[in-house]
């Protein structure tokens, strides 16, 4: 009888040490205060963060390799790029960039790492939103549409207006989510 008496103080001891370690564990933590930058839920906030384009930035698909990396002429998977235009931007005139997509740099919050971008975003709309509408509002190329996932990817006529572009598609109401469609050269080509 004692041993099990014993027993069951040494459970509830146990039981009530744990209940006040997580009590004091969830008390010592700073309480939850609602700012302008995280009135929205976590998940909104994350798409809301437009990742920086460099606009100034000169990027190049270089897929056989032909550029030289000369000084401020740097390698990022099949691309070259600089920050700002260079050398890289004497190898191509006007008329070849024109030709082809143009590139930027893009640094993405909290990342040290570059990506690329044509500027194509991808959409995802609510049911029943009609994507060639939405890119005719916004003059946007529709590229692909994916409607068992409600998502599209389209390209804006150029990189000028991207970010504000972007800002009023998230405040449209077709519209769950924007993101920019990067590509990432670390994982190949593309």
Known sequence: MNIKLTSWRLVLSSLSF??????????SQ???VPTNNNISSPVEETFRQIPAVLFESVVVLDEKNLIPLLPGIHRLGNF?????????SLFYTTQSLTAGRIYKLVREPDADSFKVSDGSMLIEYVDGADTAVIARDYGL?????FPSIRTASFRPANFSKLSETMEVLMDDERINLVSLDLIDPSIGPR
């Open 18 to 27: 744990l209940s006040l370690f997580s009590q004091e564990n969830l008390l």
């Open 80 to 88: 070259k790029y600089e920050l700002t235009p260079g050398e890289l």
């Open 30 to 32: 700073e309480p939850f």
């Open 141 to 145: 190329e529709l590229i692909l549409d």
